[in-house]
């Protein structure tokens, strides 16, 4: 199996490797992320701050960490009011995902964890939470272009349950509900071509789309992420085949090949993206002219590897 690559003229809004390019630019990525936003959700916001690829690293080894693909930090106006923060976490997702719900619900749990120290009584602190999934099917199956959840009471369905948690999940293919400037967005963010650019708000986000194409520090890093998921695929096809094959011969040749090569696949892919994000962030780094000991503090933070761990990659390298 040879894996073609991806040009990244050719890349939608959707796509993972471009939403977040686009929501950390230095230049655009404030504007990106606010029309986003303010469209999807049909509200103005604040000051905001944005932080895209955060890695919540597990309490303990064995456990389980996130990757959030693009944090957004509303700061609210009013300083006395508690709380006094909105946390935007948006998702795009390509890969059908069986789980939504509590997949989401675990997420949501991994980033409250971290706005409530240790001590602390008064939990009107923590921050109002607001997940954004984005996908190119429907989740559950309804028809909906937004699916907005959350909690209440089942016996008094009139009671406001204020725990300021909301899950939205936009469906690009759904027919039903939302607003025109919504599904414009959504059409573009799928489909982010000249031809879907049909309002002011679509113009801001194509211009920030192309900005960051043209950009020669983020061409390079899309140019190493798409070897790395090209050498990944190839070795992991091969990888995929012979456990197939093992399996096979306890469970039938033809079915434990297929269920082999599925796992070698996701298995390998995830692990060799995850590699060659380090390795580029040392390569990159070391370009730019950072000292080796920033660059071990972005391994320890950014991927949660132990200093040991960070010192053997910048050795490797």
Sequence with gaps: MTYKKRKLEDLNVLDDFMFSAAASDEEVGKEFCRTVLSVLLQKELGDIQITAQKTIVPCTPEMRGIRMDVEVKESLEDKNALPSLNVYDVEPHLRKEKYFPKHNRFYQAKIDSRYIRSGERDFRNLPNLFVLTITEYDPFGKDQIIYTVSNSCREEPGLKYDDGLVFYYFNTQGKKGGTPEIRAMLKYMMESTEQNVVNEDIKKLHRCVERVKVTPEVREE???????????????????????????????????????????????????????????????????????????????GKFGLTEKEARRYLLEC
């Design 222 to 300: 899309f140019m190493r992420f798409e070897d790395v998921i090209a050498w990944e695929k190839e070795k992991s096809h091969e990888e995929g085949i012979e456990e197939g094959r093992k399996e096979g011969i306890e469970e039938g040749r033809k079915e434990g090949i297929e269920e082999g090569r599925k796992e070698g696949i996701e298995k390998g892919r995830k692990e060799g993206i995850e590699e060659g994000r380090k390795r580029m962030l040392i390569e990159i780094s070391r370009e730019s002219g950072v000292p080796d000991e920033d660059i071990l503090k972005q391994l320890i």
